[in-house]
């Protein structure tokens, strides 16, 4: 009796976070942190069950580009990693943008918006492609335009902005997208398990992984709550990688103009990258494996094994989390006084 | 006490259907059928719910295009009616399609597919658009490279298909999405339940417009189950339409080279119509009593008034149903074998 007792113990132990102790777990709780489960408060913009709502209609929604065919939803794919496999965005009339669109999974934790950062926030990054002429082609006075005339619209940022005089505004529908974006959470992926006091969660080679994410010095421009997306960095701080990969783009600099912000980037979220294929801002690079051998060049200046890539990107595959449940709106019809759409 | 009773019975009678005699109701009867909650039994192709949900996830699967950026979903959006509010239909490259795209919700009960019917049923349509140069511009040898790339497919195709030796086929694909696509039906709209008794569905003006739909003659090309979809008519019997609405497409004589089938289209299904602007087969005309209008000229010989037509608007906006409740697939990720998508 004495015997199963002990052994009972010895079974339960790990479940309840005892070996938490475990010296890889306590170094790993130095750089990361789980994901919450839900969004942060967000600054000048409560969250609401009708303007998150409102929020997801505007995301679906293709009638906010000129051609109303392009929608949030053609980039930030919530089908795949919130995110286009496309190294480049394409956008109004089958245009390039010049970089990758990053995923809006978890982007709400992110420090700034954009590859540089120039959009403090999700509010003020839902204005950028609405209006970029190689994305979705639209003005502020053609989507106000638009959204005023379907009702159902109206009513709807009515109940989103109970306090507005004027709801159907440009900024509005930025607040309400933000809102919808903010709940776009990935939870409970094995490293946050792991981190949560779940030794169990990763198994041996993703251990191996995660102690050369760390120890190589991966963690260091890729940890926190996103696994990254908290700083700027110049991307080949070492060794510069190939034109391919840089694409001619001086990143940051362009936002700050600023010589010591030339080639300088935001970090990347590393949350579900194995779904965000390609990688760097210039899409450049399609392997995950090689994408993290060109980091060791460029950013740490250790040519990684094939085997020690290989780990990491064992390690990476952790990261992917809960895709968030999304039931696809039911939009408005168009009516007579709707814009109609630009061809090209 | 007698007359409350009898005051009770009067009241209750009509949503008893014992009006049902009512003598509009009869009629309408002899024209329209109910959509029935569900698919009905697919020839060759038995419904099940592992094939239902790989059929979605291959409705918004954007890798099945030659670009990786255009899904069954990007032209039949089942967030708007299942069709895409452009005039024709935009495509690979910005291409613009000849036609303009049907919608996708209710299509199982159309006789066939196309506006000239040239598939016979939903998974003969499913090969074509995949495979067209101005549509998604693939092929199926890479059809069927990019779905056994990823592991999850490969899985989903096995369970689906649990007879097959080979389950990854570009047929069986068409299968799949054949059988998603008949689950998507939108039943319960105000004339369902007018025909199934409640006569207290439609209101004095939409009884109006149903008595004037049938009376001038429109009921004769827009009836069964799907108010159209059940045969091919020569459009501008009467009066031909303009050259703009014409958009000199010969029609189902592009497929028959039967000089009697020119400008012959199968009349279009009017369930959810006030969702799928705009209208024809050119996507020339974006007011619904516009297309109202014209249709009494071209096909029954008698220019209806804008009292009239405004009326028969109305009862059209009752043929909308509840929209199929979508929940957004997680597809898989691309992996190393994955094709790389086509810019251009």
Redesign the interface.
């Given at each position: 009796m004495k015997k199963i007792v002990v052994l009972l113990v010895l079974c339960l132990l790990p479940s309840l976070g005892v070996f938490a102790g475990d010296s890889l777990m306590k170094e790993a709780r130095q750089y990361f942190k789980p994901i919450p489960f839900g969004p942060p408060e967000i600054k000048d913009n409560p969250l609401t069950v009708e303007k998150i709502e409102l929020g997801k209609m505007l995301f679906?929604e293709?009638?906010l580009s000129s051609?109303?065919?392009i929608s949030c939803n053609?980039c930030h794919?919530?089908?795949?990693?919130g995110a286009?496999?496309?190294?480049t965005a394409?956008g109004h009339?089958?245009q390039?943008g010049p970089r990758n669109s990053p995923t809006v999974l978890n982007a709400v934790y992110n420090v700034a918006q954009f590859w540089d950062g120039r959009a403090k926030d999700l509010k003020e990054q839902a204005k950028g492609p609405v209006q970029a002429s190689v994305e979705m082609n639209n003005t502020p006075e053609k989507v106000i335009e638009t959204l005023k005339s379907m009702p159902e619209y109206v009513e709807m940022f009515k109940k989103a902005f109970p306090m507005d005089k004027d709801p159907v505004t440009f900024d509005n529908m930025a607040k309400a997208i933000e809102a919808f974006e903010a709940t776009l959470i990935t939870p409970n992926c094995k490293l946050d398990k792991f981190l949560r006091g779940d030794e169990t969660a990763l198994n041996g080679d993703e251990r191996k992984g995660l102690k050369l994410f760390i120890s190589k010095g991966c963690a260091d421009c890729h940890g926190g709550i996103n696994i990254g997306g908290d700083d700027y960095y110049t991307f080949g701080v070492e060794k510069k990688p190939s034109d391919k990969v840089m694409a001619g783009d001086k990143g940051r600099a362009k936002v700050t103009h600023a010589k010591d912000d030339e080639f300088s980037f935001r970090s990347p979220s590393l949350r579900n990258v194995?779904?965000t294929?390609p990688y760097f801002h210039s899409g450049a690079v399609?392997?995950l494996k090689e994408a993290v051998k060109i980091m060791g060049d460029a950013q740490l200046g250790e040519t990684l094994t094939d085997e020690e890539a290989e780990y990491i990107v064992k390690f990476l595959k952790t990261l992917t989390g809960e895709?968030p449940?999304?039931?696809?709106?039911?939009?408005p019809?168009?009516t007579?006084k709707t814009p109609?759409?630009v061809?090209?």
């Amino acid at each position: 009796m004495k015997k199963i007792v002990v052994l009972l113990v010895l079974c339960l132990l790990p479940s309840l976070g005892v070996f938490a102790g475990d010296s890889l777990m306590k170094e790993a709780r130095q750089y990361f942190k789980p994901i919450p489960f839900g969004p942060p408060e967000i600054k000048d913009n409560p969250l609401t069950v009708e303007k998150i709502e409102l929020g997801k209609m505007l995301f679906f929604e293709p009638r906010l580009s000129s051609s109303q065919w392009i929608s949030c939803n053609s980039c930030h794919n919530l089908a795949m990693g919130g995110a286009d496999y496309q190294e480049t965005a394409v956008g109004h009339g089958w245009q390039r943008g010049p970089r990758n669109s990053p995923t809006v999974l978890n982007a709400v934790y992110n420090v700034a918006q954009f590859w540089d950062g120039r959009a403090k926030d999700l509010k003020e990054q839902a204005k950028g492609p609405v209006q970029a002429s190689v994305e979705m082609n639209n003005t502020p006075e053609k989507v106000i335009e638009t959204l005023k005339s379907m009702p159902e619209y109206v009513e709807m940022f009515k109940k989103a902005f109970p306090m507005d005089k004027d709801p159907v505004t440009f900024d509005n529908m930025a607040k309400a997208i933000e809102a919808f974006e903010a709940t776009l959470i990935t939870p409970n992926c094995k490293l946050d398990k792991f981190l949560r006091g779940d030794e169990t969660a990763l198994n041996g080679d993703e251990r191996k992984g995660l102690k050369l994410f760390i120890s190589k010095g991966c963690a260091d421009c890729h940890g926190g709550i996103n696994i990254g997306g908290d700083d700027y960095y110049t991307f080949g701080v070492e060794k510069k990688p190939s034109d391919k990969v840089m694409a001619g783009d001086k990143g940051r600099a362009k936002v700050t103009h600023a010589k010591d912000d030339e080639f300088s980037f935001r970090s990347p979220s590393l949350r579900n990258v194995e779904l965000t294929a390609p990688y760097f801002h210039s899409g450049a690079v399609w392997s995950l494996k090689e994408a993290v051998k060109i980091m060791g060049d460029a950013q740490l200046g250790e040519t990684l094994t094939d085997e020690e890539a290989e780990y990491i990107v064992k390690f990476l595959k952790t990261l992917t989390g809960e895709q968030p449940k999304i039931t696809l709106p039911v939009l408005p019809p168009s009516t007579d006084k709707t814009p109609k759409p630009v061809k090209r």
